[in-house]
């Protein structure tokens, strides 16, 4: 299984950044995949999640700035991001549980993208 992510980088306040991750390895289409975040110093969190069907989650803070979507076609997993913040900062991941697991909790992580928002 591999998760990679990319998208991320030095953006200013209120500006924009669409993360994206690229799937291997498992069965996408039928997978709930997730984004996590963490910030220095703070425990890591879940910031979207969607399912197979489209539904999908948000944390309630960023549901208003943040959306996530998949394209099963090409097994890839997006975090458009906007008007952001420098409380955004921080380390994003890519998630996704084992196949067939019952579980929506992750077993499965990208090695993360740096998102830093500038005052």
């Known amino acids: 299984v591999r998760l990679v992510e990319s998208g991320g980088g030095l953006v200013q306040t209120g500006g924009s950044l669409r993360l994206s991750c690229a799937a291997s390895?498992?069965?996408?289409?039928?997978?709930?995949m997730a984004w996590y975040r963490q910030a220095p110093g703070k425990e890591r969190e879940l910031v979207a999640q969607?399912?197979?069907?489209?539904?999908?989650y948000y944390l309630d803070s960023l549901k208003d700035r943040f959306t996530i979507s998949r394209d099963n076609d090409k097994n890839m997993l997006y975090l458009q991001m906007v008007s952001l913040k420098p409380e955004d900062t921080a380390m994003y991941y890519c998630?996704?549980?084992?196949?067939?697991?019952?579980?929506?909790?992750?077993?499965?992580w990208g090695q993360g993208t740096q998102v830093t928002v500038s005052s």
């Open positions: 969607i399912g197979v069907g489209g539904t999908t």
């Open positions: 390895g498992i069965p996408f289409s039928i997978i709930t």
């Open positions: 998630a996704a549980p084992k196949p067939y697991s019952g579980s929506y909790y992750p077993d499965y």
